[in-house]
């Protein structure tokens, strides 16, 4: 997907999700309204050394 910003234009690379599965929760204006289910992510999430304003620290992502 191209995408733009203040006139810098880029592309998107946007993960493909699955979802679980869909849930009818009730109506609305006489429609079914639906929620689905994502996977949680799990695992250990990696350390990122940033830099702000000259100090370097570590944050999980």
Known sequence: MKLSYRGAQYDAHL??????????????????????????????????EMTYRGVKYTHAV
């Open 15 to 48: 993960p493909a999700v699955q979802s679980d599965g869909v849930e009818t929760i009730g109506t609305y204006r006489g429609a079914p309204a639906t929620r689905r289910h994502f996977p949680q992510p799990g695992g250990h999430h990696p350390e990122v």
